[in-house]
């Protein structure tokens, strides 16, 4: 039998065409799709002609055509290659509407993502080393009790990863200010070096808590004290974390 000539039982096509054997008894009840032929023990046979038509309706649907308007193109005065070109486009436009679609979704992702609080995983991603669960709940223990850390909590609690390479940023740039400063040969209790512990005092107080000098000469102090903070400036540059604190105190001292 050649595939002109070929029949399928309901049970055939329909493992044939991924269409349920349910779905084809009502396609036929309706009037969608009735077999062609009937074999001599007066079983419905599909010929190839009603496979064709199956994908054709198996296509509208897939487009979320009802089945009446569906019946109505099929039946209508077009031939097969006018249902594929009206498929076609059909498809097309949907593609172009999908398209639209992922990207304002995208955008919407992009806006959600871009307000979340920053994660750990942010902030590991941001800071590296300088961001540890110990580092955290050393802080913790040691200003837990104290008014600046609820106060620096309460701000950074709504920052996002963006506020937070904002805020890298800023640091590294200050970092790179003492650096190049003390590079220069300008000394410690000088105007530009003092500027730059300024500049470091406003940030610290502008985005984590209210900073005095006082308070900040505490820090500049720590900055020799702690060996992991001395040792982050340190690294940066041989003797920064001295230079770094004695510019914190020049600051202090000229405004006091």
Known sequence: MTRKDATWTVGRLADRSGVTVRTLHHYDEIGLLRPTERSSAG???YTEADLVRLQQIVVYRRLELPLDEIADL?????????HLRRQRDVVAARRDELEVLVDAIDQALEREMNNRPATDEDMRELFGHGFSDEYQAEAQERWGDTDRWAQSQARTARYTKADWAQIKDEQDATNDAF???KRAGEPADGDVAVAIAERARGQMDERFYDCDHEFHRCLGEMYISDPRFAATYNDLEPGLAQ???DAIVANADRSS
């Open 179 to 181: 650096i190049a400063a």
């Open 74 to 82: 099929l039946d209508g005065p077009d031939g097969t290659v006018e």
């Open 243 to 245: 230079y770094v604190r």
């Open 43 to 45: 079983y419905r046979l």
